[in-house]
Nanobody, 124 residues
Framework: QVQLVESGGGLVQAGGSLRLSCAAS????????MGWFRQAPGKEREFVAA????????YYAGSVKGRFTISRDNAKNTVYLQMNTLKPEDTAVYYC?????????????????WGQGTQVTVSS
């Protein structure tokens, strides 16, 4: 069984930064791609970023490209999401997830384990 625990969310002013972390249990963390998704009130969950098993490939939603950076530390079983130049529309609950494969994907159905989420609120 894999458990994912996010942390690092909070309240920040527009233009500010936050760094989310997702700690994973289990010995197979480095074998799978990881992703970050978010869900705003009244909206469907959407893809934010993904990273391949080795960290050599990354993928971003167009709305965050150039502002957010996904990374991972396989020695620490942790994936990160550095969020810069935050906007009010980035306000959402952010979830990390483990992919079924080694290659990152933006498809919800390709992820089999999810964290409980961490709230990010950006004030204007």
């Amino acid at each position: 069984q894999v458990q994912l625990v996010e942390s690092g969310g909070g309240l920040v002013q527009a233009g500010g930064s936050l760094r989310l972390s997702c700690a994973a249990s289990g010995r197979t963390f480095s074998s799978y791609a990881m992703g970050w998704f978010r869900q705003a009130p009244g909206k469907e969950r959407e893809f934010v970023a993904a990273i391949s098993w080795s960290g050599s490939s990354t993928y971003y939603a167009g709305s965050v490209k150039g502002r957010f950076t996904i990374s991972r530390d396989n020695a620490k079983n942790t994936v990160y999401l550095q969020m810069n130049t935050l906007k009010p529309e980035d306000t959402a609950v952010y979830y990390c997830a483990r992919a079924r494969t080694r290659i990152g994907t933006m498809l919800n159905d390709e992820y089999d384990y999810w964290g409980q989420g961490t709230q990010v609120t950006v004030s204007s």
